[in-house]
């Protein structure tokens, strides 16, 4: 049985390096080369190398002897010995530091620019896009003999055993004397990729009766295997299994296409692709959206483009939705308690990107983060567009 691979980063541990407060936490970003090892065994090695000399700089200039600088480098050190690293790459590698949990490192499938930070935070914004909720769905894979649900996004894509809740095939709902009675197969393509059926009298009304039965029996395993509900469900299956099955599930926010054909013939790789090549536009238009709700409440005290008050708006929970212009960052302190912002040039050892604590605490308390182009920005002027929830 096929069972899909879990991003090499949970969300949960993600959540847990939010939580981090500590002295001297290192954050690395080191951009790899897909084509294989060879490319990051010099290209990677090295741009690893140049990534330690500058966070040995920065920690230096934090008082650490040079010798506990050398001692607490080292784990990172040693990945440059790892052939196995390097070895088929995702499009980046993502390595956190501290002295309580030590050394952990992510293959991470996003491009982002090799950087780094030293703080008394981890620096995760980059991660951000795999995680946020614009991108999650659910995919039900369905035949008469076959069910599979998957928790899913651009960059995820985890089995979930609805089998635990719910029948696995046909049989197991109505019974193991089930047959279709009346009901012929004719060979023959739908648009789906179906079997054509046809069949006239009771014999098809039963067979329909066994699949809304069994349908029922799977729909209640889904709802309760599903965590965010109002996340939509796509379906894999042929045009006959969806029409039935969208009509028979009580699940509100079914998605109004599904991918044709038997699910159970297709290569899982392809089938995550696919399945977010159709639900991709749904997601778009919740961007665009949200984008267009910031424009019309613009004259409003619910949105700002000012850092200090969406600093203290998303410390106290109430952004909504959080608007990022790529590749940009501020640097510099927040006061809380008077919301004073000081804008600097860029990191040093006395302020912290203040667009990942934005971003961050957005998330943590269940906002919506977007990252956008400087054009598509609802105030072109500003690094942070937000909506309040109130």
């Known amino acids: 049985m096929y069972t899909a691979e879990k991003h090499p980063l949970p969300k949960a541990t993600f ?111 980059p991660l951000l896009p795999i995680y946020h909720n614009d991108g999650l769905y659910y995919l039900l894979e369905l035949s008469r003999d076959y069910v599979k649900l998957y928790k899913a996004s651009r960059y995820h894509f985890e089995d ?7 029948p696995k095939r046909l049989e197991e709902a109505v019974g193991f004397d089930y047959k279709p009675k009346m009901l012929q197969f004719r060979s023959g393509q739908d648009i789906g990729g179906a079997g054509l059926f046809h069949g006239h009298g009771e014999g098809k009304d039963d067979n329909k009766k066994e699949l809304v039965k069994f349908f029922r029996e799977i729909d209640k395993g889904v709802k309760k295997t599903i965590e965010n509900q109002n996340a939509p469900l796509l379906l894999a299956c042929t045009d006959y299994l969806y029409s039935i099955y969208k ?83 501020i640097f510099g302190t927040f006061n809380l308690k008077t919301n004073k912002v000081i804008i600097d040039k860029s990191k040093d050892i006395s302020n912290a990107s203040l667009t990942n604590l934005a971003a961050l605490e957005t998330f943590r308390q269940g906002g919506k983060v977007f990252f956008l182009p400087a054009e598509d920005m609802p105030v072109k002027n500003s690094n942070l567009n937000a909506i309040f929830r109130y």
């Open 15 to 125: 959540e847990t390096l939010i939580e981090k407060n500590a002295l001297y936490c290192v954050s690395i970003y080191l951009s790899m080369d897909k084509k294989g090892m060879q490319q990051n065994l010099h290209l990677a090695q090295a741009l690893l190398k140049n990534c330690l000399e500058e966070v040995r700089v920065v920690l230096l200039q934090h008082q650490l002897q040079e010798n506990e600088v050398e001692d607490y480098l080292d784990p990172i050190a040693q990945l440059l010995k790892k052939v196995d690293l390097w070895r088929n790459p995702s499009d980046g590698l993502a390595i956190f530091l501290d002295f309580e949990a030590g050394l952990q490192y992510y293959h991470i499938p996003i491009p982002f620019e090799t950087q780094t930070y030293v703080a008394s935070h981890f620096y995760l914004k």
């Open 247 to 329: 009509q028979t599930s009580s699940y509100k926010n079914v998605y109004d296409k599904h991918l044709g054909g038997d699910p159970e013939f297709k290569v899982k790789t392809s089938l995550h692709q696919d399945s977010w090549d159709l639900i991709e536009p749904h997601f778009k238009k919740l961007k665009s959206d949200m984008i267009r709700k910031f424009k019309e409440l613009y004259h409003t005290q619910k949105t700002s483009y000012e850092t200090g008050n969406i600093l203290s708006a998303a410390l106290n929970g109430t952004v909504d939705t959080l608007f990022i212009e790529n590749e940009k960052d």
């Open 160 to 166: 979930l055993y609805v089998e635990d809740f719910a």
